[in-house]
């Protein structure tokens, strides 16, 4: 009787085994495939997000053919920030500034910045082009981390040429708003004064 209920215990372990090999050879990973798709394409919705001019890129639309663009740096200190900082009417400009000068025929051709900044709680990189006489010629938008939905149409940058800084200016009076994207609206026009701000003070010092 012990040896039979022994084969009998033996015979029920392999038919145990048998089953769960079965079954494992019949398993199809379903989750691990689907969360690795979607971490394909939620990485490469964002990257496309960010990216959308390179430095190189926002130049050429900066200023027009033939014109000699010299890229230079200035040095600010923290009473000259707050000096920037108080014109603008927000945040200071960084202690190291880099910007470009176009040279046409002889001519000024205006002065590019590039302007990085938090919208939310991402960057956002935008190329301010100011012109001889202290104006913006253009604005472009080369990076953006936040959903695309709280990017303003290209329209609404081309509300900024010509204006200088004033109340003109303004996301209050002088530009219209954006539905949903109030917050970009906001830290565009403070960039943009910012740059108008320090481009002027740069070039005071400069006939000092």
């Known amino acids: ?30 989750k691990e495939i689907s969360l690795f798709l979607f971490l394909v394409f939620f990485s490469s919705s964002l990257s496309l997000a960010k990216g959308l001019l390179t430095q190189e890129e926002a130049l050429r639309l900066a200023f027009p053919k033939g014109a000699v663009v010299t890229r230079k740096t200035a040095f600010l ?9 108080r014109r603008s009417g927000g945040a200071p ?3 190291l500034v880099a910007y470009y ?3 046409v025929d002889g001519n000024s051709g205006g002065t590019a910045y590039f302007d990085t900044h938090v919208v939310r709680t991402l960057p956002e990189t935008i190329l301010v082009v100011v012109d ?20 303003p149409r290209a329209t609404w940058y081309g509300q900024f040429p010509g204006r200088t800084l004033g109340e ?9 708003p954006v539905t949903g994207a109030t917050i970009t609206v906001r830290v ?21």
């Not at 009787?1 to 079965?22: A, I, P, V, Y």
């Not at 001889?132 to 990017?151: D, H, M, Q, T, W």
């Not at 565009?188 to 000092?208: G, H, I, M, P, Q």
């Open 1 to 30: 009787m012990r040896r039979e209920e022994e084969t009998e215990d033996l015979l029920r372990k392999e038919e145990g085994r048998c089953s769960c090999n079965r079954r494992s050879l019949f398993y199809f990973p379903f």
């Open 77 to 85: 200190s923290e009473v000259e920030r707050a000096e920037v900082a």
């Open 93 to 95: 400009p960084p202690g």
């Open 101 to 103: 000068t176009a040279t």
């Open 132 to 151: 001889p006489k202290g104006a913006i010629a253009r604005i472009e938008v080369l990076s953006f981390s936040e959903p695309e939905e709280y990017l």
């Open 168 to 176: 003109e200016l303004s996301e209050r009076k002088g530009l219209r």
């Open 188 to 208: 565009t026009v403070e960039a943009a004064r910012r740059v108008l701000a320090l481009d002027a003070f740069l070039k005071e010092k400069a006939r000092r």
